[in-house]
T-cell receptor
Framework: GQQLNQSPQSMFIQEGEDVSMNCTSS?????WLWYKQEPGEGPVLLIA?????ELTSNGRLTAQFGITRKDSFLNISASIPSDVGIYFC????????????FGTGTRLQVTL | SAVISQKPSRDICQRGTSLTIQCQVD?????MFWYRQQPGQSLTLIAT?????????ESGFVIDKFPISRPNLTFSTLTVSNMSPEDSSIYLC???????????FGPGTRLTVT
């Protein structure tokens, strides 16, 4: 089935650094969502994007819906230890009702 | 957003047995979904739970293995039948509303099959 490729697969950064990750596909998506999953928990919705080119912020997080509608980016500024977790992108393909396809995930580790 | 709970939170089961997982939402929702997350992997949609009718399964998942019920707009169950060690995963339910694409997830059920 359709797959969303996320990069990088994992990141080890120092507290205070900025983080950037992306999600790409060969297909066009109508909606992009970004989730964070911490150990032992379900994914938590961070940001939802609905229009090509849209740039949306949620605190230190900023995400963009790529103009081609085949990619999305998530940036985290001034990382802190509680940013640790796995970040997943998810997209809704045209004609697939409300179903989401999830990316492969980016594992973020923050060191002091 | 809705508060979603799942029971059990975790279980260890013997192969050949079945386990039913419950998903309860504190408000009525249009859409409910069941996902599987294998160890260290991403989320894979198993099926859409339809209220009052049969669930809609994704390719690779069948009703005999993963029967789903959804008797009302706040509750759904997923059964993992005739389990094998390959069924060891986290099973997650999510909810959303018609016409919207945001989904909110429960805490998951961690299943280990021995």
């Amino acid at each position: 089935g359709q797959q969303l490729n996320q990069s990088p697969q994992s990141m080890f950064i120092q507290e205070g650094e900025d983080v950037s990750m992306n999600c790409t596909s060969s297909s066009i998506f109508n909606t992009w969502l970004w989730y964070k999953q911490e150990p032992g928990e379900g994914p938590v919705l961070l940001i939802a994007l609905y229009k090509a080119g849209e740039l949306t912020s949620n605190g230190r997080l900023t995400a963009q819906f790529g103009i081609t509608r085949k990619d999305s980016f998530l940036n985290i500024s001034a990382s802190i230890p509680s940013d640790v977790g796995i970040y997943f992108c998810a997209g809704q393909l045209s004609g697939t009702a409300s179903k989401l396809t999830f990316g492969t995930g980016t594992r973020l580790q923050v060191t002091l | 957003s809705a508060v979603i709970s799942q029971k059990p939170s975790r279980d260890i089961c013997q192969r050949g047995t079945s386990l039913t997982i419950q998903c309860q939402v504190d408000s009525q929702v249009t859409m409910m979904f069941w996902y599987r997350q294998q160890p260290g992997q991403s989320l894979t949609l198993i099926a859409t739970a339809n209220q009052g009718s049969e669930a809609t399964y994704e390719s690779g998942f069948v009703i005999d293995k993963f029967p789903i019920s959804r008797p009302n707009l706040t509750f759904s169950t997923l059964t993992v039948s005739n389990m094998s060690p390959e069924d060891s995963s986290i099973y997650l339910c999510s909810v959303g509303n018609q016409g919207g694409y945001e989904q909110y997830f429960g805490p998951g059920t961690r299943l280990t099959v021995t």
